[in-house]
Structure formats: C-alpha cells, structure tokens
C-alpha cells in the first residue's frame, strides 16, 4: 500500500498576530483532517532589513502605502513563549505542531521546543550558516526549493548532508514561490525531475488557488502536502489571499486520501468490487444460427454475446471444428458439453 501522504495546514502568518485567531487556525486545521498545523518563528530584525522592498504580491495584498517588509513582518512575529502556548493548544486538539524558522536564531529556539521536523522554507535555501545549523540537528528536513534550480537544491543539500543529516531524513518539496502560482508557472513535474535527480523524497508547497494542484502531486508521487489556509480570505495581511478557507481545506484533505487510496498497489487484476461484473459485461461463445446433431461448427455459426458465463471467446479456435452432440437453436449459449 501506499505510504499515507503527510498533509501539512500552513497558518503561517494568517493569525495577523492575534492568538485567539492563532488558536481558531489550529482548530480549522484539525477538523479538517491535516496532519500538521504550521506556523511561522522570526524575528524581524534578522530576517529583513528595514530598507527591503515588499513582494508585488505583499503590496497588492495589503495596500497600506508601506513600500517596506519589515513593519508588516515585525507585526506579525510570534515569540518563543507563544509556540509553547501554540504547541500545548495543538496537543490537546490532536494535531501535529511544525514551525517554520526564518533566522538561525529562531531555528535554535525551535530546536529547543522539541519539535521532531525542520521545515526550511524556500528563501534560507541560498542561507549557508542557517543550513548548516538546520543539517547539525540532526532531525527530520522538510525543505521547500522555490525559485530554486537544481544545482542550487544539489548545494543545499550537500550543505545538509555535510553538517549531519542524512538524505534518507530529507524530503524536498517543490514549489513556486509567487501567490498566488499561475497555473502555468507550477511545472509540478520539476517534482519528479527533484527525485530523479537526488534519490531522496518529494512532495509539493502548493500557491495556486484551489487544490486540484496538489491533489494532481499525490498522484504523481508526492509525499508531502503543504498548502497555507486562512480563517477568511478577505482578512488583511499578506497570505489571506492565497490561502485556502476551512471548507477548501478540508475538501483538499479528503480529496487527498482519495487519491491515495485510489492509487492502489500497482497490481493489474479484478478488484473485489468488478469481479462480479464480470459475466455482465464480457461475452461468451452463443450461436448465430440453429444447429442439428453432427453438424460440424465453422467461424460463420458462432456469434459473441453477453453473458460471458459460458465458453470464452477466447477459445474460439478450440470450438470451429466440433461436432455438435444435439439439435441446438440460434442463440444458444454453447458449453462444452454440447460438443463432441
């Protein structure tokens, strides 16, 4: 059977910093059937300076006239003390905590809340001493490769390896770092090249709206899910408008295990379910025109009808020939016994 794919719900930043909407999220995640509930750690001050120019997409988004990131970013931090509140609210509603970290700072501290999993997003990518601190922990790597090309993933992937962390613990998700993704510019099968490539797990950090996308990637292979969602998508901030809402998320959720289910293992035969529709909808060997005792059966005298309960067509050959042993009438459905 297939390995179940690990469905990961991204608040990120979609609490707009507000705690009470944090926990909503962790809630929406959890009654839809996500695995993971995943939220954001960085501090502003390491991760942008206060000169960087927002994304077209932060812009558009929020409007607010601030050409900058770092009063949007500084905004939205979540602290040490609030992951530890985030994590013990996820535990009681039976969902897996993840937190991305920005900044090796904030990497270090996750590391400490005890968390099983890194998740690199797709920026530190390019981020030499982040992957080497991220690689000497030696956990589980969920690391995300948008605007990446493979020689870029073949570097950051050495640096992991190198620091001490086996590519057996690595998944690499593919992924398009604009939100949202134009359907155009997903290439979901840059996943398969990935897998070719390194040997190592795959999945897909999907943008696009909607969840055909990543529904398609669990067809194709992936592992791992990853897709943001928000309480409402009109809410203001910079993710809102890329993000699934609740009844989307939990649509992806099940549409999901319904690939997986429906992928099977690989093996061509009946399935439980068609076996008795076999008779149905096969044929078996009848008769095209009425036959007395002794006549000799030629191609012309048989005629392939529904039911297939009787003599298959298949053994046509084996049946042009034979004697019949009595009178039979046309359309008669032939059985060895009527043969001599």
């Not at 030629?298 to 298959?312: H, Q, T, V, W």
């Amino acid at each position: 059977m297939n390995e179940k794919t690990l469905i990961i719900a991204e608040a990120g930043v979609n609490h707009n910093g507000d705690m009470k909407i944090a926990r909503q999220l962790i809630d929406i995640a959890a009654e839809s059937g996500a695995d993971i509930v995943k939220f954001q750690m960085f501090k502003a001050a390491k991760l942008v300076s206060k000169h960087a120019k927002k994304a077209a997409y932060q812009e558009r988004n929020l409007g607010d006239g601030d050409p900058t990131q770092f009063n949007m970013l500084k905004k939205l931090e979540t602290s040490y003390e609030m992951h530890v509140e985030l994590m013990e609210y996820s535990r009681k509603t039976d969902i897996s905590f993840l937190s991305t970290a920005f900044d090796t700072d904030s990497l270090i501290e996750l590391d400490k809340l005890g968390l099983d999993r890194i998740k690199i997003p797709s920026g530190e990518i390019t981020n030499l001493p982040y992957l080497k601190t991220a690689g000497s922990l030696g956990k589980e790597i969920i690391l995300s490769t948008g605007m990446a090309d493979l020689g870029e993933i073949e570097d950051a992937l050495e640096i992991l390896t190198q620091s001490g962390t086996s590519l057996e613990k690595i998944t690499v998700l593919h992924c398009n770092t604009e939100y949202p993704t134009p359907y155009e510019d997903v290439n979901l099968r840059a996943m398969n090249t990935i897998s070719r490539a390194f040997g190592v797990r795959v999945g897909y950090s999907d943008h696009t709206p909607g969840i055909e996308v990543p529904v398609a990637a669990v067809a194709l292979g992936a592992t791992v899910i990853e897709k943001h969602f928000t309480i409402d998508r009109t809410m203001p901030g910079p993710d809102h408008r890329a993000s699934l809402e609740p009844d989307e998320l939990k649509a992806m959720v099940q549409s999901i295990r319904n690939i997986e289910c429906a992928l099977g293992n690989g093996i061509k035969k009946s399935s439980p379910s068609e076996t008795r529709n076999k008779p149905i909808a096969r044929k078996s060997i009848h008769l095209a025109r009425s036959l007395s005792t002794g006549d000799i059966i030629s191609e012309g005298d048989l005629i392939m009808l529904r039911p297939g309960d009787g003599i298959s067509p298949m053994q046509m050959d084996w049946v042009i020939g034979k004697k019949v042993r009595k009178e039979l009438s046309e359309g008669h459905k032939l059985e060895i016994g009527d043969l001599g």
